[in-house]
């Protein structure tokens, strides 16, 4: 079992930053695999970032490359979304994953789900 908690989602203007966090507890945290995904309003669940093992793997939807960077500190069971030139369609509820290797950018590649953080962008 692997309980996920996000932080750092709000408010922004277009061409702002935030960093999103995602606390992991229950299992061995360098053992998982761990995902971003984004839900738009009226629109599926879609693939934002994923992060290997150790770190030094990583992979983005064509739509956030150049301008998200995920990255993890396993010491602190934790994985960061750090979000640069935010754009109003970034507008999402943010979700953190975890899974054990499987795969990486479908959402049922993942056994554990965050409760999600709003990431509202302004023009």
């Known amino acids: 079992q692997v309980q996920l908690v996000e932080s750092g989602g709000g408010l922004v203007q277009a061409g702002g930053s935030l960093r999103l966090a995602c606390a992991a507890s229950?299992?061995?945290?360098?053992?998982?695999?761990m995902g971003w995904f984004r839900q738009a309003p009226g629109k599926e669940r879609e693939f934002v970032a994923a992060?290997?093992?150790?770190?030094?793997?990583?992979a983005y939807a064509d739509s956030v490359k150049g301008r998200f960077t995920i990255s993890r500190d396993n010491a602190k069971n934790t994985v960061y979304l750090q979000m640069n030139s935010l754009k109003f369609e970034d507008t999402a509820v943010y979700y953190c994953?975890?899974?054990?290797?499987?795969?990486?950018?479908?959402?049922?590649?993942?056994?554990?789900w965050g409760q999600g953080t709003q990431v509202t962008v302004s023009s």
């Open positions: 994953a975890a899974n054990p290797g499987r795969g990486y950018q479908l959402p049922r590649h993942y056994d554990y």
């Open positions: 229950g299992r061995t945290f360098s053992s998982l695999y």
């Open positions: 992060i290997s093992f150790t770190g030094i793997t990583t």
